[in-house]
């Protein structure tokens, strides 16, 4: 199985400030179309995942441009630009280039 | 608008099968993958298959012949049943759905609320 690590496992942040997670996968997540399929999902406190980024930089609908996804072959970073409180949570990163498709082990953003 | 809403048993006992129904609304499960994660204390977020839009399905080997993901298009519900449930099958259970974009898809775009399952006897 692919395995994705996240870094750095915690982070702390105060509202304004920009932040990166990094997310590197075991094997290439390009796939044989040569797109690459590398997620990016926000886990708010008590709610379900939902949608950030797809397949490396592509905003999902409705989310803020803050948000930025950048990467290739098996190393990605998630930014995000002036933090605000909503941004508060868990963010995994997920593969779905291999089955079985997997996620990363979480980056909790917390307020400093 | 799109809404996934998972209903499941909540307490099962050890070696009992895990039955979970996942109901949604404002699109067709004909036209869609449907996917099911949990999220367990030990393992964090795991997916544990799909179904395709065409009805066939692929499952995460990590649950070999446990796990059955089935359909029923005109109930608008797509089924998870599990057997021989362990205490580590204790988590939350979600069901998810793709979305289409013109440069490609978001494979776990919509999210139901979860179904919290303890495994206890």
């Known amino acids: ?112 | 608008q799109v809404q996934l809403k998972e209903t499941g048993p909540g307490l099962v006992q050890p070696t009992q099968t895990l039955s979970i129904t996942c109901t949604v609304s404002g699109f067709s499960l004909t036209s869609y993958y449907m996917q099911w994660v949990r999220q367990t204390p030990g393992k964090g977020l795991e997916w544990m298959g799909f179904i395709r839009s065409g009805g066939s399905t692929e499952y995460n080997s990590e649950f070999k012949s446990r796990l059955s993901i089935s359909r029923d298009t005109s109930k608008n519900q797509v089924f998870l049943k599990m057997n021989s449930l362990k205490t580590e099958d204790t988590g939350v259970y979600y069901c998810a759905r793709v979305s289409y974009y013109y440069d490609g898809y978001l494979p776990f775009d919509y999210w139901g609320q979860g179904v919290m399952v303890t495994v206890s006897s």
């Open chain 1, 1 to 112: 199985d692919v395995v994705m690590t996240q870094t750095p496992p915690s982070l702390s942040v105060a509202i304004g400030q920009s932040v990166s997670i990094s997310c590197k996968s075991s094997q290439s997540l390009v796939y044989s179309d040569g797109k690459t399929y590398l997620h990016w999902l926000l886990q708010s406190p008590g709610r379900s995942p939902k949608r950030l980024i797809y397949q490396v930089s592509n905003l999902g609908s409705g989310v803020p441009d803050r948000f930025s996804g950048t990467g290739s072959q098996k190393d990605f970073t998630l930014k995000i630009s002036r933090v605000e409180a909503e941004d508060l949570g868990v963010y995994y990163c997920a593969q779905t280039t291999h089955f079985p498709y997997t996620f990363g082990a979480g980056t909790k953003l917390e307020l400093k």
